[in-house]
Antibody
């Protein structure tokens, strides 16, 4: 059974940093790209970042490029989202998702339950 | 950047057919995926690559893609289909690579 468990969310002040983790199990982790998607309160889904199965390729939304960094540790079956220079508009539930493909961004066939990030003073 | 346009909301009576549109420039040249999200839950893919259905998704859910509009059709709508529905395209030749539509809230009357 595929499981994705996010952690690391919380309350952080504007300008602060946070690292989200997503522990995966139930599939050949290194064979699949992984994605982070966020959802602000009462809003729609926003794609944030993706990483290929090998970790060699990374992709970012314009809204986070230069501030967020996605990475993965295939030995630990974990994907990370390092978030710096956080802003109020980054407040959202952050979902980790497994992509259907191993290389390029593709649809996500499994999702975690999400972790809340709140940026506020 | 590529934009996907969905109606914010729609309502349908039980047993009728719901048709949710997703508009985008020459969207027929892209693969479109559809997600269902119920309150308090993570999204779940219901249609991928325009018309493929994951195991466990009822045959009542179908997808199509032509011209500038992709469509999710839900036949014989049930109360349990009430949810937000999002279309998505993934294109490594575009920036950003992944785009979601704004979502459509489906209300079952």
């Amino acid at each position: 059974e595929v499981q994705l468990l996010e952690s690391g969310g919380g309350l952080v002040q504007p300008g602060g940093s946070l690292r989200l983790s997503c522990a995966a199990s139930g599939f050949a982790f290194s064979s699949y790209a992984m994605t982070w998607v966020r959802q602000a309160p009462g809003k729609g889904l926003e794609w944030v970042s993706g990483i290929s199965g090998s970790g060699a390729s990374t992709y970012y939304a314009d809204s986070v490029r230069g501030r967020f960094t996605i990475s993965r540790d295939n030995s630990k079956n974990t994907v990370y989202l390092h978030m710096n220079s956080l802003r109020a508009e980054d407040t959202a539930v952050y979902y980790c998702a497994k992509d259907h493909s191993g290389y390029e961004p593709d649809h996500s066939d499994y999702w975690g339950h999400g972790t809340q990030v709140t940026v506020s003073s | 950047s590529y934009v996907l346009t969905q109606p914010p909301s729609m309502s349908v009576a039980p047993g009728r057919t719901a048709t949710i549109a997703c508009g985008g420039s020459n969207i027929e040249r892209k693969s479109v995926h559809w997600y269902q999200q119920k309150p308090g839950q993570a999204p779940m893919v219901v249609i991928y690559y325009d018309r493929d259905r994951p195991s466990g998704i009822p045959e009542r859910f179908t997808g199509s893609n032509s011209g500038n509009t992709a469509t999710l059709t839900i036949s014989r709508v049930e109360a349990g289909d009430e949810a937000d529905y999002y279309c998505q395209v993934c294109d490594s030749s575009s920036d950003p690579y992944v785009v979601f539509g704004g979502g459509t809230k489906l209300t079952v009357l």
